[in-house]
């Protein structure tokens, strides 16, 4: 009887070291768990800010783009305004120059 108490102390004793080095194992893989979670949000975090400044790079040039073409488009409309002022100039000119002509050959 008391052997059998010994033997059975003993497996006692191994299986709470089986089980110590267990939980010492699935502690250690808890650890490493939850520090490979934090890096990985770490960098989530990285990646959805990178996102975010790239969305508002995006929108700046977009709304530098549209200024630029409102100026262009500007630029255009005075142009051609100075170019229908610079017809009807001419146009006057030619017609200035005709009859100058004409008053020339009468006399």
């Given at each position: 009887?008391?052997?059998?108490?010994?033997?059975?102390?003993?497996?006692?004793?191994?299986?709470?070291t089986?089980?110590?080095?267990?939980?010492?194992?699935?502690?250690?893989?808890?650890?490493?768990?939850?520090?490979?979670?934090?890096?990985?949000?770490?960098?989530?975090?990285?990646?959805?800010?990178?996102a975010?400044?790239?969305?508002?790079?995006?929108?700046?040039?977009?709304?530098?783009?549209?200024?630029?073409?409102?100026?262009?488009?500007?630029?255009?409309?005075?142009?051609?305004?100075?170019?229908?002022?610079?017809?009807?100039?001419?146009?006057?000119?030619?017609?200035?120059?005709?009859?100058?002509?004409?008053?020339?050959?009468?006399?």
């Open positions: 009887m008391e052997k059998e108490l010994e033997e059975r102390d003993d497996k006692y004793v191994e299986l709470d089986k089980f110590l080095r267990l939980h010492k194992r699935a502690k250690q893989r808890i650890q490493d768990i939850q520090k490979e979670k934090d890096d990985l949000e770490a960098r989530f975090n990285e990646v959805n800010q990178k975010e400044q790239a969305a508002s790079l995006q929108l700046a040039a977009q709304q530098e783009l549209e200024r630029a073409r409102q100026q262009a488009s500007e630029a255009l409309r005075s142009m051609d305004a100075e170019r229908q002022q610079l017809r009807t100039v001419n146009s006057k000119r030619v017609t200035l120059l005709i009859s100058l002509y004409n008053v020339c050959v009468i006399f």
